[in-house]
């Protein structure tokens, strides 16, 4: 694994700590509903994962740059629960945490809010092992473990 060129922004009084949850907004597309006009189950899991990279951006990574140095987080677990639907365009703000398990294992969390009034639509988590390019399990870098912490 090749070692990272840049560093995750560092917290000082003129730039603070990243926040611990990061929010990202989607707006719900036609093609995303069924037959009965609310958001079809598996869109969820997409729009964890958009906030999920929204997150790993706010504290200075990304996926490319996690592959390009070796790194694949694929999920080994998934769970949403369903508290309200969500309907064509409806927009709703995604947000994520993210918790360090184990020095191989990574988990984020999420909580999905209907913007017109404010209500809990679902809530979720999903694990991640941390793999090399051969599919091994490989630590997390103390950098990354740092700015997911």
Not at 62 to 74: C, F, Q, S, T, V
Not at 107 to 123: C, I, W
């Amino acid at each position: 694994m090749r070692p990272r060129a840049v560093r995750p922004p560092v917290a000082t009084p003129e730039r603070p700590a990243a926040p611990a949850s990061v929010s990202a907004t989607v707006r719900v597309r036609y093609a995303e509903t069924d037959r009965m006009g609310v958001v079809y189950y598996a869109n969820y899991l997409v729009w964890f994962e958009v906030a999920r990279c929204e997150l790993l951006r706010a504290r200075g990574w990304n996926y490319r740059d996690l592959e390009a140095d070796g790194l694949i987080l694929p999920v080994i677990a998934a769970e949403c629960r369903y508290a309200k639907p969500a309907h064509y365009d409806d927009e709703l703000s995604i947000e994520a945490t993210a918790a360090i398990l184990s020095p191989v294992r990574v988990a984020f969390g999420y909580r999905v809010l209907r913007g017109a009034d404010g209500a809990t639509v679902a809530t979720g988590r999903t694990e991640h092992a941390v793999v090399d390019r051969a599919g091994r399990p490989t630590r997390l870098p103390d950098a990354i473990r740092e700015a997911l912490s």
